[in-house]
């Protein structure tokens, strides 16, 4: 691991620079993936960099690089400085040295053991176990069992006297099972992903998931399709997540809101004028951004700019009240934003990112919410989305469902899928559950040069009314 010492760069950037920053990062992924039973991948990989700021005549630019000499971070403060002084006059805002705060602070992962301590060896056998726990039936065609280990440090200078540091370990656990017969066939899985150490790597929780996977495909591959009409909706936690990344943490972005984004990853259909304003929900909606989540993947102390992360009300009662943008773009909008100043890696600039969304509990009980619905499906784990460029209308369908007739659990059904439109779906909310479970991705994709990042939600079941529920071909 090389020594990294700023400060003679920081130095000799400020020679000439209103203010400069570099972000080192450091990242270490392990991969391992079992397919029936035997070695399918086997992969490490480092990466390590710093990203050097300046501001210069009003406008913040960067400039990155793998050489870490003291030599090689001046050359890279000299081409941002260079830069940055040539766009300074097409700036779309005069930005100070007050967008950038001047912090002291460290972060580390909550885990009972940290993942540099994990054998390997025990990783793989996890996922063998999981694996042969899916080995139901000649129909289970495919048996597979992935886990990722990351292991990030992040450690931020500034001209102010900010120094900062942060350690993260995050895994990445998929165990998934496809049972066919005929032209027919149906997949389930299990995922679990957040900040965690050695203590997630348990051979009998895989095993017990496993199998437990493998039954479920089965049954859906006997199963009848799901029925196509409008009826009551109960979604689960894991696939709640899909449903606030992609129809609150989007069009919330402030950059989106301001277009930055529209090229690309689309606007929104959120205007500026509609925060404090819009009912985007229920009463019942209240989603909150929250980087101290224990174990969510996004959870931090500070964003890549700096700036201390808190946890914030998004939406409160159902109205809208904030945006996820960070000081920049609170600055540029004029409208309250968050910590969310976020890189996917050492040679990418921050952007405006969503971390942890998520929708706080309520006080209903998942057998109450099925006991209240008449007619309608409880559906589980997200399979496949669609979502327009203004996040407005879209389309999701899930791996698992099960009937609700008359106030009672019924049979599985196989292909659900559900479509809406953002505002009065979230409307139609009518119960929320009164326990959370947290989610997470490590591939949200935004921005140009693209970034993928990592993100979490956490999210209890929920009800809600009058849904278009569909079902479909495998």
Same mark, same amino acid.
Request: charged share 20%; net charge negative.
């Given at each position: 691991?090389?020594?990294?010492?700023?400060?003679?760069?920081?130095?000799?950037? #400020?020679?000439?620079?209103?203010?400069?920053?570099?972000?080192?990062?450091?990242?270490?992924?392990?991969?391992?993936?079992?397919?029936?039973?035997?070695?399918?991948?086997?992969?490490?990989?480092? $990466?390590?960099?710093?990203?050097?700021?300046?501001?210069?005549?009003?406008?913040?630019?960067?400039?990155?690089?793998?050489?870490? *000499?003291?030599?090689?971070?001046?050359?890279?403060?000299?081409?941002?400085?260079?830069?940055?002084?040539?766009?300074?006059?097409?700036?779309?805002?005069?930005?100070t040295?007050?967008?950038?705060?001047?912090?002291?602070?460290?972060?580390?992962?909550?885990?009972?053991?940290?993942?540099?301590?994990?054998p390997?060896?025990?990783?793989?056998?996890?996922?063998?176990?999981?694996?042969?726990?899916?080995?139901?039936?000649?129909?289970?065609?495919?048996?597979?069992?992935?886990?990722?280990?990351?292991?990030?440090?992040? $450690?931020?200078?500034?001209?102010?006297?900010?120094?900062?540091?942060?350690?993260f370990?995050?895994?990445?656990?998929?165990?998934?099972?496809?049972?066919?017969?005929?032209? #027919?066939?149906?997949?389930?899985?299990?995922?679990q992903?957040?900040?965690?150490?050695?203590?997630?790597?348990?051979?009998?929780?895989?095993?017990?998931?496993?199998?437990?996977?493998?039954?479920?495909?089965?049954?859906?591959?006997?199963?009848?399709?799901?029925?196509?009409?409008?009826?009551?909706?109960?979604?689960?936690?894991?696939?709640?997540?899909?449903?606030?990344?992609?129809?609150?943490g989007?069009?919330?972005?402030?950059?989106?809101?301001?277009?930055?984004?529209?090229?690309?990853?689309?606007?929104?259909?959120?205007?500026?004028?509609?925060?404090?304003?819009? *009912?985007?929900?229920?009463?019942?909606m209240?989603?909150?951004?929250?980087?101290?989540?224990?174990?969510?993947?996004?959870?931090?102390?500070?964003?890549?700019?700096?700036?201390?992360?808190q946890?914030?009300?998004?939406?409160e009662?159902?109205?809208?009240? *904030?945006?996820?943008?960070?000081?920049?773009?609170?600055?540029?909008?004029?409208?309250?934003?968050?910590?969310?100043?976020?890189?996917?890696?050492?040679?990418?600039?921050?952007?405006?990112?969503?971390?942890?969304?998520?929708?706080?509990?309520g006080?209903? $009980?998942?057998?109450?919410?099925?006991?209240?619905?008449?007619?309608?499906?409880?559906?589980?784990?997200?399979?496949?989305?669609?979502? $327009?460029?203004?996040?407005?209308?879209?389309?999701?369908?899930?791996?698992?469902?099960?009937?609700?007739?008359?106030?009672?659990?019924?049979?599985?059904? *196989?292909?659900?899928?559900?479509?809406g439109?953002?505002?009065?779906?979230?409307?139609?909310?009518?119960?929320?559950?009164?326990?959370?479970?947290?989610?997470?991705?490590?591939?949200?994709?935004?921005?140009?040069?693209?970034?993928?990042?990592?993100?979490?939600?956490?999210?209890?079941?929920?009800?809600?009314?009058?849904?278009?529920?569909?079902?479909?071909?495998?």
């Open positions: 691991m090389h020594q990294f010492d700023p400060q003679e760069a920081l130095s000799h950037a #400020q020679k000439a620079a209103q203010w400069a920053g570099v972000r080192y990062s450091r990242e270490v992924t392990q991969s391992r993936a079992i397919r029936n039973d035997s070695p399918d991948s086997n992969h490490t990989s480092c $990466d390590e960099g710093a990203m050097c700021e300046v501001l210069v005549d009003g406008h913040f630019g960067y400039a990155a690089t793998a050489d870490l *000499r003291p030599e090689g971070l001046k050359r890279a403060f000299d081409q941002a400085i260079a830069t940055t002084r040539a766009m300074a006059p097409y700036k779309v805002h005069a930005f040295e007050a967008q950038r705060a001047a912090v002291q602070g460290r972060y580390t992962s909550p885990a009972q053991s940290r993942l540099s301590q994990v390997l060896a025990q990783v793989t056998q996890c996922l063998q176990q999981a694996s042969r726990a899916m080995a139901l039936s000649e129909q289970v065609v495919s048996r597979s069992a992935h886990a990722t280990l990351v292991q990030t440090q992040i $450690d931020y200078y500034a001209s102010n006297g900010t120094q900062t540091t942060q350690q370990d995050m895994v990445d656990i998929l165990l998934a099972a496809t049972a066919a017969e005929g032209v #027919q066939s149906q997949t389930r899985s299990w995922n992903t957040g900040q965690f150490g050695g203590e997630v790597f348990d051979a009998a929780v895989f095993a017990q998931q496993g199998q437990r996977v493998a039954e479920e495909a089965l049954a859906l591959l006997a199963a009848p399709n799901c029925p196509t009409g409008t009826m009551d909706l109960i979604l689960m936690p894991d696939q709640m997540m899909l449903q606030i990344h992609e129809s609150i989007h069009p919330l972005e402030l950059d989106r809101i301001l277009g930055d984004e529209r090229n690309y990853a689309g606007w929104s259909f959120v205007q500026p004028s509609d925060f404090g304003q819009l *009912r985007y929900g229920s009463e019942l209240n989603v909150t951004f929250d980087p101290t989540t224990e174990h969510a993947l996004a959870s931090y102390a500070f964003d890549d700019g700096g700036h201390p992360a946890r914030e009300f998004l939406i009662g159902g109205i809208l009240r *904030r945006g996820l943008g960070s000081v920049e773009s609170q600055v540029r909008s004029g409208l309250p934003g968050v910590a969310n100043f976020r890189s996917a890696a050492w040679n990418r600039a921050p952007i405006d990112r969503m971390a942890n969304i998520n929708l706080e509990p006080s209903s $009980d998942l057998q109450a919410m099925i006991a209240s619905v008449e007619h309608g499906v409880l559906m589980a784990t997200n399979r496949s989305w669609s979502i $327009d460029d203004y996040r407005n209308k879209f389309q999701f369908g899930c791996e698992y469902g099960r009937i609700i007739r008359k106030g009672q659990l019924g049979e599985v059904v *196989r292909n659900p899928n559900y479509r439109i953002t505002v009065d779906f979230w409307r139609r909310l009518a119960a929320v559950g009164q326990h959370s479970e947290v989610f997470g991705t490590l591939f949200c994709g935004k921005g140009e040069p693209s970034q993928v990042i990592r993100v979490g939600h956490a999210s209890p079941p929920c009800l809600f009314r009058g849904v278009e529920v569909f079902g479909g071909q495998a």
